[in-house]
């Protein structure tokens, strides 16, 4: 079956960076593009950006360029969100997701990774 | 960037009765190139990632109960429960995927019992 696994929790400091996976199976890899959301607490899904498996190529939600890096490894089948310098505005769930190529909706999520920004 | 606007905010409805959840975008959504409208309905329960309930703005996911049903068009859309159960308390989100990037959601509804 189709899963998206996600690395764990993380706690990190004001300015630091933090970098989360989501190893995908059940799936012909190439077919569908891998999507980070993250949601902080009590806010609405906020869509960061996105990969094509394929390429590499990448685009990112404007209220995120500069400070996220999205990337993957075929070999392993497996996204990776890197956050840099964070604050506490950054906490927040983030999740990866997949859209088969031209659809738009995500049909598989990521069970999620907390990330806290804490002094 | 595409605004949605969901209301209301929260609603609390009796087991076996109706819920209606509205999804309000700041501008259409309708793709004329296949006159599908870009639309999307996620639920989402405590604890859990977001869960497909429909695309298109009313087809539904497989496995979906078909008590879920999504209308509308252009700039106003409807999820519909045609009668609630206790397991679809949730928070219940919008999203479009007309004009990306971004991909945008709705800000939640949250759907409680009475």
């Known amino acids: 079956q189709v899963q998206l696994v996600q690395s764990g929790a993380e706690v990190k400091k004001p300015g630091a960076s933090v970098k989360v996976s989501c190893k995908t199976s059940?799936?012909?890899?190439?077919?569908?593009?891998i999507h980070w959301v993250r949601q902080a607490p009590g806010q609405r899904l906020e869509w960061m950006g996105w990969?094509?498996?394929?390429?590499?190529?990448?685009r990112y939600s404007q209220q995120f360029q500069g400070t996220v890096t999205i990337t993957r490894d075929t070999s392993t089948t497996t996204g990776f969100m890197e956050l840099t310098s964070l604050t506490s505005e950054d906490t927040a769930v983030y999740y990866c997701?997949?859209?088969?190529w031209g659809t738009g909706w995500f049909d598989s999520w990521g069970q999620g990774t907390l990330v806290t920004v804490s002094s | 960037d595409i605004v949605l606007t969901q209301s209301p905010d929260s609603l609390a409805v009796s087991l076996g009765e109706g819920a209606t959840i509205n999804c309000k975008s700041s501008?259409?959504?309708?793709?004329?190139?296949?006159?599908?409208?870009?639309l999307a309905w996620y639920q989402q329960k405590p604890g859990q990632p977001p869960k497909l309930l429909i695309h298109?703005?009313?087809t539904r996911e497989s496995g979906v109960p078909d008590r879920f049903s999504g209308s509308g068009s252009g700039t106003d859309f409807t999820l519909t429960i045609s009668s609630l159960q206790a397991e679809d308390v949730a928070v219940y989100y919008c999203?479009?995927?007309?004009?990306?990037?971004?991909?945008?959601f709705g800000q939640g509804t949250k759907l409680e019992i009475k």
């Open positions: 999203q479009q995927y007309y004009k990306t990037p971004p991909h945008t």
């Open positions: 501008q259409s959504v309708l793709d004329r190139s296949n006159n599908k409208n870009s």
């Open positions: 298109w703005a009313s």
């Open positions: 059940g799936y012909t890899f190439s077919e569908y593009a």
């Open positions: 990969i094509n498996p394929v390429s590499g190529d990448t």
């Open positions: 997701a997949r859209d088969k």
